[in-house]
């Protein structure tokens, strides 16, 4: 058994549900792992029935006794490793998303330690985790020699399952110096209200395909209803349609949803590496030799401006 704390990221008062993937990962294949929440800006006692649901038997509420941890990256991964060092945490994990990333690549620097990040697939028993490598063309399995086991996993790549436990509130004061060199003065939201493309569980793409930066509200229409994201794939970008912000890809962002909808999309290799861990791929083309086929579990041949429209109709 091996006590394993899991980083909650919580967005706009919510827990995110990409969690809970964590969490699942968190109590190894046995099921029998000692689970710790760790949340750096939430209420642990509020959390509890969520939380308890898959599998969490301590939560923790991490706070400081000087300093403002809310605007302090620094502070925030400081006080992550004196949460783990104070409950002997064996392994601690968190999501691969712009937090994730930010605060693990502190917190590994701080002690020391390797970190695997952008899991597929996590054994904290064995200090071991999956990894996409070579744009996606080979998977590499990755063990550590560690006394804490560092590792951030691709949002949606692990199914979360359910396993209720009893948790308990704990609050948690880290003693830390607060000698922050960096401090966030301000946030600044684009794409009000729309699903992060990184952590979506649906996800439509646009190719050249779509002809225009207006068309794109077609498959927004769509998303809409689905409660999808709306990506974008390197040659709509180049050509104007779309910003880079919304590119799936090698040189862009790396999605892994449940259900992925390739809309015009050609299936190129870089586009495949951003999004190769979807559960189920949909391509949409006209033509029926196009690479995306060859990557689909369905495949549409067919016009997207005949197609989208119908499936808005249908969900409508």
């Not at 991490?62 to 992550?80: K, R």
């Not at 209720?164 to 607060?178: G, R």
């Not at 809309?263 to 951003?274: I, K, L, M, N």
């Amino acid at each position: 058994m091996t006590r394993t704390g899991v980083l909650i990221e919580t967005g706009e008062g919510k827990i995110k549900e990409t969690n809970f993937g964590v969490l699942t990962a968190a109590r190894g294949k046995a099921g029998d792992n000692e689970v710790y929440a760790l949340l750096l800006d939430g209420d642990a006692e509020a959390a509890k029935a969520e939380l308890s649901a898959f599998g969490v038997q301590k939560i923790i509420a991490i706070s400081i006794a000087s300093g403002d941890l809310a605007t302090s990256p620094e502070l925030q991964a400081d006080a992550i490793v004196a949460a783990a060092k104070e409950y002997e945490l064996k392994a601690v994990m968190g999501l691969a998303s712009t937090t994730g990333r930010d605060l693990f690549a502190r917190m590994a620097a701080t002690l020391d330690l390797p970190l695997i990040s952008d899991c597929i697939s996590v054994d904290v028993n064995e200090n071991s985790a999956v990894k996409s490598h070579f744009s996606g063309k080979t998977f590499a399995t990755i063990k550590v020699e560690a006394e804490l086991m560092l590792c951030t996993v691709r949002p949606n790549a692990i199914e979360a399952v359910k396993a209720p436990a009893e948790a308990e509130a704990i609050s948690f004061s880290a003693t830390v110096s607060d000698g922050a060199k960096v401090k966030i003065i301000e946030r600044k939201k684009g794409d009000g209200g729309k699903v992060d493309l990184t952590e979506a569980p649906v996800i439509l793409t646009g190719g050249r395909a779509i002809k225009s930066a207006e068309n794109f509200s077609m498959l927004e229409e769509c998303a809409a209803l689905l409660g999808a994201a709306v990506g974008a794939s390197r040659a709509a970008v180049d050509a104007g349609y779309a910003p880079h912000s919304m590119q799936v890809g090698q040189t862009g962002k790396t999605v892994g949803p449940k259900l992925y909808l390739a809309c015009g999309v050609s299936g190129a290799v870089q586009h495949f590496a951003g999004m190769k861990t979807s559960k189920v791929i949909v391509g949409i083309n006209t033509d029926k030799d196009a690479p995306i086929f060859a990557k689909s579990d369905y495949g549409i041949i067919g016009d997207i401006f005949e197609v989208i429209p119908a499936l808005t109709e249908a969900l409508k």
